[in-house]
């Protein structure tokens, strides 16, 4: 090959790179290594699908990637619109599977989740919204921007899925939230949320009898919070998936019992060891160390968000990425809090780690959103 050749091999190199932010890439590769190893133990069976999510959602993220941010947020209202759509042709024409109806089959396309899209085009609309009203936000615009985010969550929470309404919810209320909501509406909300909860603690004993209805959930979620307080009321049943988890977490000890050797995993003792309790696996064959250094790749991950949100051009892509960053913090939470018993379980995904092709492929376009708002900043 001469000389031009390899120029011209060069150019198109780079124009295919720049994007990547190198940071992020490196976390992401770390914490992608880690759910193929994961899932290797956990369902070798699942493998090969695995990679081809991990495949299709690294171009998913490098296509957002390469699209400028104020483009992006000029096509949200498109995405909106579309996704709340796709929520009422789930309510219409969904696909019934385990008691819930999420999924959408449209000849010849594979079966997909429309809720999950709702995690990107959730914070992706009320950025753009917020953006277009930069110089006169107002108590109108908050209300307004609580309405566009009601709406998909009531449809997502009546199909139901109460793991995928509170992760929409929360991506949307971040960027509420950043948009500078005020400290004395959310103060008063967090006191009544946390007497609540150590009021449940303590006297939630009654509320938890058969007969008693909670208002706005269904029977079994009312059966999670309240194995949460008390996994041994139901061993066999409700509780079953927290015991096993917790059981599995604490015999890892500080080194792990070695890959493809935990036998909570490997006996069938732990359930949704692939996909929710994934972390469990983690912890059983891996121990503390591996614990660790997880949770590092998660605390980089965050950190590099927050930079790139802090140095964001535009209020829109500070809105965006922050909340992004946000909506990892709280996939995170939620799923390592179910897991080790302290939340109940709504069915969160470990993120990038857990089996799945909708939220894999969700999680890296959030990934692609953060590099493009990176590379906007360069740019300018």
């Known amino acids: 090959m001469n000389r031009r050749g390899r120029f011209h091999i060069t150019r198109l190199f780079s124009a295919l790179v720049r994007p990547l932010d190198p940071h992020l890439m490196a976390i992401l590769a770390a914490l992608l290594l880690c759910s193929v190893v994961l899932i290797a133990s956990a369902a070798p069976d699942r493998f090969d699908a695995q990679i081809m999510y991990i495949s299709l959602s690294l171009l998913g993220m490098w296509i957002v990637a390469i699209i400028p941010t104020r483009r992006?947020?000029?096509?949200a209202p498109i995405f909106y619109v579309i996704g709340v759509a796709l929520l009422?042709?789930?309510d219409m024409f969904g696909t019934i599977s385990k008691g819930a109806k999420r999924w959408l089959e449209i000849s010849p396309f594979p079966?997909?989740?429309p809720s999950e899209i709702m995690k990107i085009v959730m914070p992706l609309t009320l950025a753009w919204f917020f953006q277009k009203r930069e110089h006169f936000i107002s108590w109108k615009e908050f209300q307004f921007a609580v309405l566009l985010l009601v709406g998909p969550a009531y449809l997502i929470a009546k199909q139901p899925d109460l793991g995928t309404t509170i992760l929409v919810c929360s991506s949307g209320f971040f960027v509420i939230?950043?948009?500078g909501l005020w400290w004395r509406l959310i103060i008063p909300v967090a006191l009544a949320a946390l007497t609540a909860i150590l009021a449940f603690s303590f006297y939630g004993g009654e509320l938890c009898q058969p007969d008693v209805k909670w208002p706005g959930l269904h029977d079994y979620q009312k059966e999670r919070i309240c194995t949460?307080?008390?996994p041994?009321?139901?061993?066999r049943g409700k509780g079953f998936h927290t015991i096993q988890s917790t059981i599995a977490i604490g015999s890892g000890g500080f080194t792990g019992k070695g890959?493809?050797?935990g036998t909570q995993t490997h006996l069938s003792f732990l359930p949704e060891q692939h996909t929710d309790f994934v972390f469990a696996v983690l912890s059983e064959e891996f121990g503390l160390i591996g614990v660790l250094t997880l949770l590092g790749l998660y605390m980089a991950l965050l950190a590099r968000g927050f930079m790139i949100a802090a140095s964001a051009s535009t209020l829109g892509g500070k809105l965006l990425a922050a909340s992004m960053t946000m909506v990892f913090f709280t996939y995170l939470f939620v799923n390592i809090g179910m897991v080790s018993g302290i939340l109940p379980v709504v069915g969160v995904p470990l993120p990038f780690i857990s089996y799945g092709?909708?939220?894999v492929v969700s999680l890296c376009l959030g990934v692609g959103i953060l590099m493009g708002i990176r590379r906007d900043k360069q740019e300018r």
């Open 72 to 75: 992006l947020l000029s096509l």
């Open 88 to 90: 009422i042709a789930v």
């Open 111 to 113: 079966r997909m989740q």
């Open 177 to 179: 939230f950043f948009a």
């Open 228 to 230: 949460l307080r008390d």
């Open 232 to 235: 041994d009321r139901d061993p």
């Open 259 to 261: 890959w493809k050797q």
């Open 357 to 359: 092709g909708t939220a």
